[in-house]
């Protein structure tokens, strides 16, 4: 039994439990109950209350705050605490069962007299199934999940597992999330249904990849658990790097697949990840796992350094397109389109021959970059050097260092430059809007890129002289 004193409940939420179990057995479920065990800090408080009606549970619940009944044929009260304005979820035990297809295709019924056991069998995996006594701190565990807890596996709860197959996305985040291994029966099992994947609305599939993207501690189980339960088909972007072949003097690693788990997992290993707010995780996370979708489509064998060796040559730019795609596919934002796309069209810049970073370079580059930044294809270069088990390579690193710093040198390391000589400078000369003004302003721009000029008093003189040529 775990000492009641290490379950870290607020004050609020502890005087609610006191009224509720006057009139029920409350019991703390789901995630928040895996996490304390796994020794993280709680996010969510969910809480179920057996022995007890609807009513008589909202009734006790009324002086701790607005309640709302987001769903009273679910057995669902949202409580927004008057002391914190925090928000706790209260339930009844329930029964579901299936009457249709895709996620939604539940009948859901409350059922207060539920035994700990038959509510904890609804739930998705036997991690997910453990509840706890917030008084006694003792653990309700029907269903294994504390074994598979210490084991970190992901098992079916029951049979039941097939009637959602929003399921098996939720294996594919959560085994990234804890570096959870996905049990064989239970890879088994999400095989049966992987033909349902076209059942689940698109925004469903995105909230799974998102969590995958933005919370992942070990981003390749994920897509371990894509591979084992044959949903990898659904993706065929990530499945077309299984099997495509690499140059083993440079990626002994294995194949393209092998070597973007790798890269993913190295991305959160940076101390840049640590740092970064769910945007930029979310960000560099898919920067990361498209960066070599271009590779199916242009790898070759070919003779190179006088032997016969596996060659991508031109891969970076084949491999924009595709990941936007991939993310058209699966329901992202559409504002990760365009810098997902930048960051794999440019992730090779510190290979392309030049032998130190110009001004004008770095301009350039972080225009291409655009919305994109030099600090976050850092991050992705890096990602992609480490992911070359057992190969390291500290002269990568040191060019990509040198990027940065120059990067910084211009102020450009988080920002694109912008154009210094603008439509009004073209009014002030004389020159009425039309057809001229975007071939002066392009123009301008790419004297600026090329370091013509570095302020608005060096880009009106620029344009004078612009202007005088024939």
């Known amino acids: ?17 006191d009224a509720v179990r006057r ?62 304005g925090e928000d706790y979820d209260f339930s009844l035990p329930r029964r579901e069962s299936k009457t249709g297809a895709g996620h939604r295709g539940f009948a859901v019924a409350p059922d207060p007299a539920l035994s700990d056991a038959a509510a904890a069998a609804r739930r998705d995996f036997t991690v997910n199934a453990l509840a706890c006594d917030p008084f006694t701190g003792a653990i309700v565990d029907p269903h294994g999940g504390r074994r598979d807890l210490q084991a970190r596996v992901l098992r079916h709860t029951s049979a039941a597992f097939t009637e959602d197959p929003l399921r098996v996305l939720r ?21 049966t249904i992987a033909d349902t994947y076209s059942e689940l609305p698109l925004e469903r599939v995105w909230g799974e990849w998102e969590k995958w993207a933005t919370k992942a501690a070990r981003p390749s189980r994920g897509l371990a658990v894509l591979e084992e339960t044959g949903w990898l088909k659904h993706f065929p972007e990530i499945a077309g790097l299984r099997g495509t072949a690499q140059e083993p003097e440079w990626h002994p690693e294995g194949d393209v697949f092998t070597h973007t788990q790798h890269c993913l997992d190295a991305l959160v290993a940076l101390p840049e990840w640590a740092a970064s707010d769910a945007a930029r995780r979310r960000l560099l996370m898919f920067a ?33 397109p595709i990941a936007e795609a991939f993310l058209r596919r699966i329901g992202a934002l559409r504002d990760l389109d ?55 390579s500290p002269a990568t690193h040191a060019r990509i260092d040198e990027l940065v710093a120059a990067a910084h040198a211009l102020a450009l390391s988080d920002a694109a430059p912008r154009p210094l000589v603008l439509g009004r400078h073209l009014v002030e000369r004389g020159i009425k809007p039309g057809p001229d003004f975007k071939r002066v302003l392009d123009a301008a721009f790419e004297a600026q890129l090329d370091g013509a000029f570095a302020d608005e008093a060096g880009g009106r003189a620029w344009l004078s002289d612009f202007l005088r040529q024939p």
């Open 171 to 191: 294996a594919m985040q959560l085994a990234a999330r804890f570096d959870f291994t996905l049990a064989p029966e239970t890879a088994t099992l999400a095989q």
């Open 1 to 17: 039994m775990i000492s009641p004193r290490a379950l870290p409940l607020p004050a609020d939420l502890r005087a609610m439990l």
């Open 288 to 320: 990361v796992l498209a960066h070599d979708f271009g590779k199916p489509a242009t790898t070759r064998r070919e003779e190179k350094r006088g032997a016969l060796r596996w060659t991508s040559a031109g891969h970076e730019a084949a491999g924009g």
């Open 338 to 392: 365009a810098p997902v796309a930048a960051l794999v069209v440019n992730h090779l810049a510190h290979h392309h021959g030049q032998t130190e970073f110009t001004a004008t370079s770095v301009r350039r580059l972080a225009r291409r970059l655009a919305p994109a930044t030099i600090d976050e294809l850092a991050a992705v270069m890096r990602a992609d050097s480490n992911g070359r088990p057992p190969l390291t």
């Open 23 to 84: 009139i029920g057995r409350p019991r703390l479920v789901g995630g928040g109950v895996r996490d304390w065990l796994l020794g993280l800090a709680p996010k969510d408080f969910d809480v179920e209350v057996g022995g007890v009606d609807f009513e008589t549970l909202q009734r006790a619940l009324d002086p701790f705050g607005a309640t709302d009944v987001i769903g009273r044929s679910f057995g669902v009260i949202k409580v927004r605490s008057r002391a914190t």
